[in-house]
């Protein structure tokens, strides 16, 4: 599975320059503007896929390596990492042709496969040499960025199909913004506080805030601050897993250096 997860590796950026060129229809940022949501995040804030398709590049290549090629732990995770490659790619198309429902299955398959693989190597008990790195925060930052994104997507699928139509559009984007929480949180746990899975969330939160804090959107200043709070309490969160490493629920035997 090594030579997958490159070639899916190197997928990611090619196919979001070819989306971005318009090679796919419109880009990601003119689908948004159309189907406007309380969820969507600041357009700078999608800037971090070029940081996860570098990191995602150098795991790929990381683990190549003839010394790590045979971990059990790597072994467990490189069909996962190169589905999730794969599927991420695939979005992009999908989406620029506005297929959405076919996109939201496709991300949230992507998440199931990038929370699978991070959670995995944070709870790898003898990690080798630059797992920590090349492996355990690239990985997560990916799932990370891909918690947030699910649920903006699914924002838009039910603004798209006005399938909630009959519903305060600030109810029903609360209630997504609580089940985004609750995912976070449950995977940071799972994840021990990762700092990559953490970082990307904060980052895509605090888009949201810039994002909504301008919005026009009634409700948007209460999904604005709203983000706030979920980000406060994640970083407390995260700094207590890291702080207090044997309060880190959901986690089994913890290895010296963690």
């Given at each position: 599975?090594?030579?997958?997860?490159?070639?899916?590796?190197?997928?990611?950026?090619?196919?979001?320059?070819?989306?971005?060129?318009?090679?796919?229809?419109?880009?990601?940022?003119?689908?948004?503007?159309?189907?406007?949501?309380?969820?969507?995040?600041?357009?700078?804030?999608?800037?971090?896929?070029?940081?996860?398709?570098?990191?995602?590049?150098?795991?790929?290549?990381?683990?190549?390596?003839?010394?790590?090629?045979?971990?059990?732990?790597?072994?467990?995770?490189?069909?996962?990492?190169?589905?999730?490659?794969?599927?991420?790619?695939?979005?992009?198309?999908?989406?620029?042709?506005?297929?959405?429902?076919?996109?939201?299955?496709?991300?949230?398959?992507?998440?199931?496969?990038?929370?699978?693989?991070?959670?995995?190597?944070?709870?790898?008990?003898?990690?080798?040499?630059?797992?920590?790195?090349?492996?355990?925060?690239?990985?997560?930052?990916?799932?990370?960025?891909?918690?947030?994104?699910?649920?903006?997507?699914?924002?838009?699928?039910?603004?798209?199909?006005?399938?909630?139509?009959?519903?305060?559009?600030?109810?029903?984007?609360?209630?997504?913004?609580?089940?985004?929480?609750?995912?976070?949180?449950?995977?940071?746990?799972?994840m021990r506080g990762s700092l990559g899975y953490a970082l990307a969330a904060l980052w895509g939160l605090a888009g949201v805030y810039v994002k909504q804090s301008e919005s026009a959107l009634e409700g948007a200043d209460i999904a604005a601050w709203s983000a706030v709070a979920i980000g406060a309490l994640l970083l407390a969160q995260t700094l207590w897993l890291r702080l207090h490493p044997r309060?880190?629920?959901?986690?089994?035997?913890?290895?010296?250096?963690?």
């Amino acid at each position: 599975m090594r030579l997958p997860v490159l070639t899916a590796a190197v997928l990611m950026p090619t196919m979001a320059w070819f989306s971005q060129q318009g090679y796919f229809g419109p880009d990601n940022g003119e689908i948004s503007d159309r189907y406007p949501t309380l969820l969507v995040a600041a357009g700078y804030a999608f800037s971090i896929w070029g940081l996860i398709f570098l990191l995602d590049l150098a795991f790929a290549l990381w683990q190549l390596r003839s010394r790590v090629s045979q971990d059990e732990t790597l072994l467990r995770v490189r069909p996962a990492a190169a589905a999730g490659f794969t599927l991420t790619a695939l979005w992009m198309p999908i989406f620029s042709q506005q297929w959405f429902w076919l996109a939201l299955a496709v991300i949230w398959l992507a998440l199931a496969c990038m929370a699978w693989a991070a959670v995995v190597l944070a709870r790898d008990p003898t990690p080798l040499p630059g797992q920590a790195v090349w492996a355990k925060f690239a990985l997560s930052l990916h799932a990370g960025w891909l918690s947030l994104a699910a649920f903006l997507n699914t924002a838009q699928v039910i603004v798209a199909y006005g399938l909630l139509s009959g519903v305060d559009r600030l109810v029903w984007s609360l209630a997504l913004l609580t089940t985004a929480a609750l995912l976070l949180w449950v995977l940071n746990a799972r994840m021990r506080g990762s700092l990559g899975y953490a970082l990307a969330a904060l980052w895509g939160l605090a888009g949201v805030y810039v994002k909504q804090s301008e919005s026009a959107l009634e409700g948007a200043d209460i999904a604005a601050w709203s983000a706030v709070a979920i980000g406060a309490l994640l970083l407390a969160q995260t700094l207590w897993l890291r702080l207090h490493p044997r309060h880190r629920v959901f986690s089994g035997h913890l290895s010296p250096g963690e």
